[in-house]
């Protein structure tokens, strides 16, 4: 039986669903929001004005592609919309205040273009890099520590949101966080979420114990489960193409260089917003390049300059010429799941491969999959 991802290239992936004739109205933040939890929690709202979460506003969720015409995103989504409905998820299941609060800040030491940032770092396979500082940050924030206080919490308890499963465990497992990411990027990247779909997905879900005895977010209905698994790895495999290689490590690229070259500095990706880096970068190559300067300034200026225009990739098994192209091959972290489902009474809670021969052949062919070695792209001539 033929993979059943090697008929899903990127052109096929990107015409798949067709765009909606109001895309305001059908990727509507608040509404989708409204669906994670109908019963909004008021104390949110003070924790969202803090200027650590504001800034998370200007970063994207989708890793930079915002910022390509390789990409056809249907709407912008930020890595502080995301941090509401990942709070609003854990509130909806747990309605428990730390838990939901973990939720909200376990984003705070997000860069500008997100995951951007672990390809910059070699990090491309976990993409865990930007984690690291979170902590920190929310120890360190004394606006922070007031409204805690004021909740009686501490900062220890909502510092790590691994701690609690429903927020967070490891692939394939679901989590708030995995589910309320996967929702919006379906959304944006090729329209294979919308709000009805989503709903119903949603509203199927429960909190179940899973194989070791912890709470996992899993489905009641063996065939919205399936469904489920199905649209989850779709967008995943969007994510592990040559094209979304390419343009996340590229970018990450361009960030290096203009850091080498004193355009940007490293404290940029934490205090200025996607759309700034990108005027600071517009203006740096509105002019041709001091021929003084060097080979790697012109580079850089042709780098970025692709990087905004591209509309194609090559798939190739080897790299070509680097002075014509830019070429990537790397390995990625691969999303997927295989959630739980609850078979009923006699039949128990199974992960969803168990008990779904369909679900099963998603999921093998989803890990086994690769694109071609290689991924490569002109560069466009800088005049």
């Known amino acids: 039986m033929p993979d059943y991802f090697s008929q899903f290239d990127w052109n096929t992936m990107m015409s798949l669903n067709p765009w909606p004739e109001n895309v305001a109205a059908a990727y509507d933040i608040k509404k989708y929001h409204k669906i994670l939890s109908p019963d909004y929690p008021d104390f949110l709202d003070r924790y969202i004005d803090l200027p650590i979460l504001k800034r998370l506003s200007g970063v994207g969720l989708l890793c930079g592609t915002d910022w390509t015409h390789l990409y056809k995103n249907r709407f912008y989504y930020s890595r502080l919309d995301h941090s509401v409905g990942v709070a609003l998820i854990i509130w909806h299941f747990t309605h428990d205040k730390k838990q939901t609060l973990a939720g909200l800040f ?23 890099a930007t984690e690291a500082p979170n902590e920190s940050i929310l120890k360190n924030d004394e606006a922070l520590h007031e409204l805690l206080q004021g909740d009686g919490l501490s900062v220890q308890e909502i510092s790590d949101y691994h701690i609690y499963p429903v927020a967070d465990n490891e692939i394939p497992q679901l989590s708030a966080d995995r589910l309320e990411y996967m929702f919006p990027s379906g959304m944006a990247l090729d329209g294979t979420w919308d709000l009805p779909s989503i709903e119903k997905a949603y509203n199927d879900i429960t909190v179940l114990k899973n194989e070791d005895g912890i709470d996992e977010l899993g489905f009641k209905t063996l065939e919205i489960a399936e469904d489920y698994c199905r649209r989850f790895c779709m967008i995943g495999h969007i994510l592990q193409l040559n094209e979304n290689k390419l343009t996340l490590h590229m970018l990450g690229q361009i960030m290096n260089m203009a850091v080498e070259h004193g355009i940007l500095h490293e404290e940029d990706f934490m205090t200025k917003s996607e759309s700034e880096i990108m005027e600071v970068l517009d203006k740096m190559t509105s002019v041709v390049p001091d021929p003084v300067e060097g080979v790697e300034r012109r580079r850089l200026a042709r780098l970025y300059k692709t990087f905004r225009s591209m509309t194609k990739i090559e798939h190739t098994d080897h790299a070509l010429p680097e002075d014509e192209y830019f070429s990537i091959s790397l390995k990625v972290k691969q999303r997927y799941i295989d959630p739980l489902v609850d078979m009923g009474q006699q039949k128990g809670v199974a992960r969803l491969s168990q008990v779904s021969s369909f679900a099963k052949k998603i999921i093998d062919d989803f890990k086994i999959y690769e694109d071609t070695k290689y991924g490569c792209v002109k560069l466009i001539s800088f005049c």
């Open 106 to 128: 376990h984003d705070a030491s997000t860069p500008v273009f997100s995951h951007v940032s672990d390809f910059r770092k070699g990090d491309a396979l976990t993409q865990t």
